[in-house]
Structures are given as structure tokens and as C-alpha cells.
């Protein structure tokens, strides 16, 4: 594919925008990386990686190319052929906050010239495109949506640590505000993935990417709270889920743990409920179950671990946990919404001494007031209980079935009938 060369900016660089911003550099066009935070701009320009779809090696290579730069100044926008906004969408207070879509979509105007595409990533309820960024791009540039420049939305897709399932093979949704836009936004996202979906509207798109995480987050509701009634009835919740998975058809796996994290489960479906809420005047009952089942999980988790240790005749208060995990998934260093920090953080509270091993999250990230340490056969022995609350592959699972006392394992990575599992 010819590639003709454009000035592209990618606005945040984290989880989302760093990836794509690399593919993007890498597929030949000239690349600004615009991040407020300034010392991840600094490391990242040093060629320290955060991301685990972006190696150390693929961020040097691309600096080195001449084009990928970073920057904390949107004065280095100015110019661009494409935009790309993936800055954060967090809740506040339970409500959306799209106050960092509103300040990049504000200083984006300023930069914005006629013929630019400006397409938003960031995950959001339907029709903030088209009610919330388009105005603003035109009250700040005095340009039209749709026809002096392009706008749409295309909704991320990134799944950290997933070797199969990269960006640039995972068919990506694209949208426009209107049948031009649409095309450029097309061909942009043409010369940086393998295969792109086009929708009919923004807010099919934005609705998309809310059922796809809506349609994780209910399904891990149910077999967590499967998971809670099969301890009691002596039924094995994986062997349950092993069995049911070899029906060759209307079954889909999902597992139990100890509660959802990252952006995509705690946070997204939220941003649906909330709209329909607002616009329909219905509550949305699947998400606010959902939220209510999977927010409890670590609490869950918790009550586990002291009842076994209860019938070890040791109370929490006192004893030395060590928790393997603080991230919110196996082999990723994202804590965002970690529910293995909220475990580690309730067993503290209980009084429980709480060391953790955490080997793939940047030490600056981690809770003050958990002390990392690494995985040993002391360390396993000298504590009164190891809970494996995420399950990197690079433990020794081996390790801490031969030399704990007590186990409690909340994914299923221990075999040893001795072992404890949710």
C-alpha cells in the first residue's frame, strides 16, 4: 500500500494513545505525541516504555525513524493533517467527566485548519462527538464540522499483554459526522490496521465500543456471582465453567475473579447507564447488577481469605499476607481500578501485615503503603497466607504450592488439591 506521508497527532500518550501513535509512526507518516504529563513524556522520549504493546525496542526505533516526537505543547500540533484524541474518561462523582475531552478538543481548535481530520478514541455515551467535541472544534477554529474540516469517532480496542490481538490486526469501527468524514477517517485508519469497519453515525460507534465492554462486564457479573453460591453448594465453579465451555455452540467463556479493573469494566458501562438514565429516564438494570456484583468481589475475596485463615485458628489481624499481583489483569502493569490493590488494601484494613509481588507495574505507581518484595520460597513460608489475586505468568506457582501454608487462589492457577480457589 502507498502510504502518502501525513503530520499526525496523537493527544495522550497512555495506554491507548502510545500504541497507536507508535503503529502509526511505523506505517510512515510523521507523528507528534501530545501528553500533559510531563515526566512520562520525558521517559517515554528517553525510550522508557510503560506499555506492553510497546517494547522498549519499537519505541526507540520509532524516535530514531525521526518520526515519532513527544511534547507537552500543542503549539507542535499546529499544522496537522489528523488528530487523534485518546485522553482519559474518567467518573466523577459517578457522573461522566469529560472535562480532558473538552480541554484537548479546546486547544485542538486552535491548531485546526481547513481539510484537517479530527477523530476521538476516548470512550464515551453516545453523542459526544457530535454534541460536545464538534462544537467546540468549531467555536475555537471558526471552521464547519463535515465540510471545512472532517471529524469522527473511532472507539480503541486495545487489550494489553494480548499476543494474538494486536492493534493493527483487530478490526477497527469507524465513524464520521457525515459521508466525507467518514472517508477520511476511513483511509487514515486504512494505512494503520489491517481491516476497518465503517458504521453509519459517531454515536453508533461510541455505542458499539459501550456494549462491547457492557457485554464483558455483565457476563464476568454472572459467573462471579456463580462463583460466590458454588462454595457453599460444594460445587467447583472452573470445573462448572471447564464442562459448560465444550458446548461447541451458545456458550461463551468467562471467567470469576476478584473483580473487574482497568478503564473498559469498572468505568465504561457506567457511561451507558448514566445516559440512559438521563435521556430515557430508565435505569439500566443489567449494568447497575453488574457494577453491584463486580464492584463486592474484592470485599468477597477478603471475607475468603479471613474465614481460611479463621479455620487455621489465625485471625487477619496480625498475620503476614503476601499477595501476588497488584495489576488489574495477568502480565499487564495497568493498576487502574485493580481490584487486587482494593484486596490487598482490605486485608490491611483488617490489620493482616500485607506484602505484595508485583513485577510488571512501574514502583512509582504502586500503593505507598504496600511493600513490594520479591517472590521467594522465604518469603512464601514466612507468611501466613498467599493470595493470588492476579496471576502473572511469571510466577512459580510451583513454588508456593510447595512452600505455602495457606492458599488462596482467585484465578485458578494452583492445582494442588490443598490449594484454596475462589
Not at 111 to 134: D, F, G, K, M
Not at 166 to 180: M, W, Y
Not at 212 to 233: D, G, Q, S, Y
Not at 331 to 349: K, M, T
Request: glycine content about 6%; charged content about 25%; aromatic content about 6%.
Amino acid at each position: 500500500m502507498s502510504v502518502t506521508t501525513k503530520k499526525v497527532v496523537v493527544v495522550g500518550q497512555g495506554y491507548v494513545g502510545l500504541p497507536l501513535a507508535i503503529r502509526v509512526a511505523e506505517a510512515g507518516h510523521n507523528v507528534v505525541g501530545l501528553d500533559v504529563d510531563e515526566m512520562r513524556v520525558k521517559r517515554l522520549a528517553a525510550g522508557e516504555s510503560f506499555a506492553e504493546d510497546v517494547t522498549s525496542h519499537r519505541l526507540l526505533a520509532a524516535l530514531n525513524s525521526g518520526r515519532y516526537s513527544l511534547s507537552t505543547d500543542y503549539a507542535d500540533a499546529a499544522d496537522f493533517d489528523v488528530c487523534v484524541i485518546t485522553v482519559p474518561t474518567p467518573l466523577k462523582d459517578g457522573v461522566p467527566d469529560l472535562s480532558f475531552v473538552e480541554t484537548a478538543a479546546q486547544a485542538v481548535a486552535q491548531q485546526l485548519r481547513p481539510n484537517a481530520t479530527v477523530i476521538l478514541e476516548s470512550t464515551t455515551y453516545p453523542c459526544t462527538t457530535e454534541h460536545v467535541v464538534s462544537p467546540i472544534l468549531e467555536a475555537g477554529s471558526g471552521l464547519r464540522a463535515g465540510e471545512d474540516f472532517f471529524l469522527g469517532y473511532s472507539p480503541e480496542r486495545i487489550d494489553p499483554g494480548n499476543p494474538t490481538w494486536r492493534l493493527e490486526n483487530t478490526p477497527k469501527v469507524v465513524s464520521g459526522l457525515n459521508d466525507v468524514s467518514l472517508r477520511h477517517v476511513e483511509q487514515f485508519y486504512d494505512d494503520v490496521v489491517d481491516r476497518t469497519v465503517p458504521v453509519s453515525s459517531p454515536r453508533t460507534a461510541e455505542l458499539t465500543k459501550l456494549l462491547e465492554n457492557t457485554f464483558r462486564h455483565v457476563n464476568i457479573a454472572l459467573v462471579n456471582e456463580l462463583a460466590m453460591f458454588c462454595k457453599p453448594l460444594d460445587i467447583d465453579i472452573w470445573e462448572v465453567i471447564d464442562a459448560a465451555a465444550t458446548k461447541p455452540f451458545g456458550f461463551m467463556r468467562f471467567l470469576p475473579g476478584p473483580g473487574v479493573g482497568g478503564h473498559c469494566l469498572p468505568i465504561d458501562p457506567s457511561y451507558l447507564s448514566w445516559q440512559v438514565k438521563q435521556t430515557l429516564r430508565h435505569d439500566f438494570r443489567f449494568v447497575t447488577l453488574a457494577n453491584d456484583i463486580n464492584s463486592h468481589m474484592p470485599d468477597h475475596v477478603v471475607l475468603r481469605v479471613a474465614r481460611g485463615l479463621n479455620a487455621r485458628r489465625k485471625p487477619v489481624n496480625g498475620s503476614r499476607i503476601l499477595v501476588l499481583g497488584l495489576a488489574y489483569k495477568k502480565n499487564a502493569g495497568d493498576i487502574r481500578e485493580s481490584p487486587a490493590v482494593a484486596v490487598a488494601l482490605g486485608l490491611r484494613q483488617l490489620g493482616a501485615h500485607v506484602l505484595a509481588v508485583e513485577p510488571h507495574v512501574d514502583p512509582s505507581r504502586l500503593p505507598e503503603d504496600i511493600l513490594c518484595v520479591e517472590l521467594t520460597e522465604e518469603q512464601v513460608a514466612a507468611s501466613d497466607a498467599v493470595v493470588i489475586a492476579t496471576d502473572h505468568d511469571v510466577f512459580d506457582y510451583a513454588l508456593v504450592e510447595r512452600a505455602a501454608r495457606y492458599v488462596f487462589d482467585a484465578c485458578n492457577r494452583c492445582s494442588a488439591e490443598s490449594v484454596e480457589r475462589l
